[in-house]
């Protein structure tokens, strides 16, 4: 059973940086690319980060590259979003799922509840 569980959102003056994490179960996750995904309010999900089976290739689109690292930890079965220089237009639900390589589509229908990132101006 797939398990996917993110956590680490808030709400964050423009400039400020937050960290995310995910943890993941019921997948093979040491051989799973994975990403970062948000959706805004009236928008469609857009993925804004990925990750190789091994860490060793990282993905993301313009909007938030520079200001977006992710990485993981296959020992604990984490993912993580280190988000800095936030701006309101950050403001989404963030998820996190396995990804196809390297097109960073979302493996799984299941999504998690997702965690409320919210940046004020």
């Known amino acids: 059973q797939v398990q996917l569980v993110e956590s680490g959102g808030g709400l964050v003056q423009a400039g400020g940086s937050l960290r995310l994490s995910c943890a993941a179960s019921g997948i093979d996750f040491n051989i799973s690319p994975m990403g970062w995904y948000r959706q805004a309010p009236g928008k469609r999900r857009e993925a804004v980060a990925g990750?190789?089976?091994?860490?060793?290739?990282?993905k993301y689109p313009d909007v938030v590259k520079g200001r977006f690292t992710i990485s993981r930890d296959n020992a604990k079965k984490m993912v993580y979003l280190q988000m800095d220089s936030l701006q309101p237009e950050d403001t989404a639900v963030y998820f996190c799922n396995a990804a196809t390589w390297p097109a960073l589509q979302p493996r799984y229908e299941y999504w998690g509840q997702g965690t409320q990132v919210t940046v004020s101006s």
């Open positions: 990750i190789s089976r091994l860490g060793t290739g990282t």
